[in-house]
């Protein structure tokens, strides 16, 4: 398929690839469920289908928490003997006999299972692709074209995975002992490790799991393409403190501080949220550091997303410009000082507050350095995409200089229709919007479409003049202004 173009209306759906089931899977979406809601998207003419990060998560299994930005899911990926090289019958059902499978399948996704689970059979795999590599000459020289090709980030990768294991699955590089907080020290470790030989092959085998899955990714690309429909991936804005990016390049980020957003007053259900905003507990960025090496690891974000989209959201664009910080940890911690006075939050962090970082937009000397850095990453991430499309995620007003950046590099926006009104809540059509946009009802923060509905359903039945029946009459507005029943 040729660079996607935005020349016309184009509709598309949007679906975590955990949420895809199929009749053989681990309980959890995988990447032949996604060839299956390609095909699905080319018969009912939806010409976009768009999923969230697809990066590997441990612990937390948020896709916007990775511990890496380059290595993909193992959670994610299909576990067919035809997909995966060395996977026989016997080793599925030696690891994952029917009847557990059966149990993974009912409820919600057990991600911390399932990744193991996959984890597991994935080394057993290869093991006994290795064994029998004179067998497969031609497959074995694509895994290693694959690892000299990721010769950037994967080696690297490899030992952090490693060292994870050695500490029983816990990723926070700053609770292992300090010969590992290092790479250059940790590689030593490795070095003179007595049981160097067995690690060498795990390290290889997690290799071998990141190949597997650019295959499986590259298929659903080539499936998509044969089939005329875009794939839309999404790069996280941050990654996680206890990442092996954070690990093996701390001067790119602040770990003394935690970014998030500041209050907002709409979508957000959370009442920590209320008193100070969304903590993510995720590491600024230096981007004096990042500047100084030609922003070599934002490019090489860029560039790994290309690899398998046709287009790429960019979450919280807001944040290139200017990063909201918390001098406290997210989670427990921000609840706790949701709590607390100005005064007693004074106390507790030295005399530091929540900042914006250049400054606040409000200050028009801060609005500018705002606008300027901004305009520079953006500029990169545009350079590095190529023929990949780039769609900024910026919910709420975009302030004037956010729109010329946008404008000017010629980057679409995400839009969401129920916010884009007037002062008596009268919805805008979309032929004001920003071309190009795309029109979306919800997040991967919001609950669905079919709740909005409910929800404004209920409150219109309550009060028949109240903004629920308003809002509800106005989404349900069709293009010639004629308006639908909004309580049957």
């Known amino acids: 398929m040729s660079a996607p173009t935005f020349n016309k209306n184009l509709a598309g759906l949007l679906v975590p690839v955990f949420a895809l089931r199929h009749a053989n899977d681990f309980g ?3 990447t032949l469920a996604m060839k299956e809601a390609v095909t699905f998207c080319k018969e009912n003419r939806l ?9 590997e998560t441990i612990g937390d299994h948020s896709p916007y928490n990775p511990i890496s930005s380059r290595a993909l899911s193992p959670a994610l990926l299909d576990l067919s003997p035809a997909n995966v090289p060395g996977l026989t019958d016997g080793v599925l059902s030696h690891f994952a006999p029917g009847a557990w499978l059966a149990q993974l399948r009912e409820g919600t996704v057990k991600h911390h299972t399932v990744q193991l689970l996959k984890l597991h059979i994935l080394l057993a795999a290869f093991h006994r692709f290795k064994a029998a590599q004179a067998e497969n000459v031609d497959l074995w020289h694509e895994f290693e074209e694959f690892q000299k090709n990721a010769a950037d980030w994967l080696p ?21 002992r300090p010969e590992h907080h290092r790479v250059e020290a940790a590689e030593g470790w490795f070095e003179s490790h007595p049981e160097r030989r067995y690690l060498t092959e795990l390290r290889q085998g997690f290799a071998y799991v990141q190949w597997v899955a650019w295959r499986q990714w590259q298929e659903v690309r080539r499936h998509a393409d044969a089939c005329g429909v875009m794939l839309m991936g999404e790069m996280s804005f941050g990654v996680s403190k206890s990442s092996v990016d954070v690990w093996a390049s701390p001067e790119l980020f602040d770990v003394e501080w935690n970014m998030g957003t500041r209050p907002i007053v709409y979508f957000d259900t959370n009442k920590d949220s209320e008193r100070w905003g969304q903590n993510w507990g995720l590491p600024p960025y230096r981007w004096e550091n990042h500047r ?18 046709h287009i790429c959201r960019l979450d919280h664009l807001r944040g290139y410009f200017r990063a909201y910080m918390f001098p406290w940890a997210g989670g427990a911690r921000h609840t706790e000082f949701a709590t607390l006075t100005d005064d007693e939050v004074l106390r507790r962090t030295g005399g530091r507050m929540p900042r914006f970082v250049p400054g606040p937009d409000e200050d028009p000397v801060s ?19 190529g023929e990949m499309h780039l769609i900024a995620e910026i919910m709420g007003n975009m302030p004037d200089y956010m729109r010329r950046t946008l404008d000017d590099l010629g980057v679409a926006n995400l839009v969401f229709p129920q916010l884009e009104r007037t002062d008596d809540r009268t919805l805008l059509p979309p032929s004001t919007y920003r071309r190009p946009s795309l029109g979306a009802y919800a997040n991967h923060d919001h609950a669905p479409l079919a709740a909005l509905y409910e929800h404004l359903q209920a409150g219109a039945k309550a009060d028949l003049h109240g903004d629920a029946a308003k809002d509800l009459a106005n989404l349900l507005a069709s293009p010639d202004g004629r308006h639908q029943h909004p309580t049957r």
């Open 47 to 55: 010409a976009v289908l768009q999923t969230l990060p697809i990066h």
């Open 156 to 176: 690297v990768y490899t030992l952090y995975r490693l060292l994870i294991r050695e500490y029983e699955g816990n990723p926070n590089w700053t609770q292992w």
């Open 28 to 30: 959890i979406g995988d």
């Open 367 to 385: 609005a500018r350095m705002n606008e300027l850095q901004g305009h520079e990453i953006i500029s990169v991430m545009k350079e590095a995409a």
């Open 292 to 309: 100084s090496s030609g922003f070599a690891w934002l490019r090489g974000r860029i560039a790994s997303e290309r690899q398998f989209f």
